[in-house]
């Protein structure tokens, strides 16, 4: 009986015990060998991933940034409009608030003023050279053969992850109400000035791939006066 109640004794004590020791320490593996070791009690640390091409693969390098969105600014510092990423909705954009332009009727340049929002996501998958450079092509699903032109280059971008910049700069286009033209920016990008020469140029990479983000624009002038 003497040993029955050591036994029992032991048991109830280890019970206790077990009880009495703070949650363990447990580790997780991915397919791709990746280990997180967590907390029970904490949440599981996201998995980031890459963004997708327009392939749908995966992009072989994280892209950076988040293009949130971009805004259009009149002569006297007024909102006129608007973007955000996915399907641009047409911007109307009137013509007297322009930064400046041709004379009412006649072909010319006309200029506005926008400001581009930028969150980081993610790390730089390579440091950058001179900077960060933002680009124009004058059409949507732009491809490395289109037109492309520079707006900015050597742009200093914010290191922490979901800080956001501000980027405020001028954009043109070709407008003419006698022949009807508004050509110029369709799509923006925001490109690591090393990351993305690691692409070959091909015809089958557009510029959205290439790029850490990027957005699409719609506008449109209205309100010219009549030039007589």
Do not use: H
Not at 25 to 45: C, E, V
Not at 107 to 120: D, H, P, Q
Not at 141 to 166: K, R
């Amino acid at each position: 009986m003497k040993t029955l109640s050591v036994l029992v004794f032991l048991v109830l004590a280890l019970s206790f015990t077990a009880q009495a020791q703070p949650p363990f320490s447990a580790t997780i593996t991915n397919p791709n060998s990746t280990t997180i070791k967590f907390n029970p009690k904490q949440k599981i640390p996201p998995i980031k991933l890459n963004c997708k091409m327009t392939s749908g693969q995966y992009r072989p390098y994280a892209c950076e940034f988040s293009f949130d969105k971009l805004e259009f600014y009149g002569n006297d510092g007024s909102l006129l409009g608007t973007v955000t990423s996915g399907q641009p909705k047409t911007t109307p954009l009137l013509f007297t608030k322009a930064k400046s332009s041709a004379p009412a009727g006649q072909s010319g340049l006309i200029t506005y003023t926008v400001k581009a929002y930028f969150t980081r996501r993610n790390k730089p998958a390579f440091p950058i050279d001179k900077g960060y450079q933002i680009r124009t092509c004058k059409v949507t699903s732009c491809l490395q053969s289109d037109q492309i032109s520079t707006a900015l280059s050597a742009i200093t971008m914010p290191a922490g992850i979901n800080e956001q910049a501000i980027i405020t700069f001028d954009l043109q286009w070709v407008y003419g109400k006698k022949d009807g033209l508004m050509i110029g920016p369709r799509e923006l990008y925001i490109e690591n000035d090393v990351t993305t020469t690691k692409f070959k140029f091909s015809t089958q990479y557009t510029m959205r791939d290439k790029s850490e983000a990027w957005i699409d624009i719609a506008p449109v002038i209205t309100g010219e006066p009549s030039p007589n």
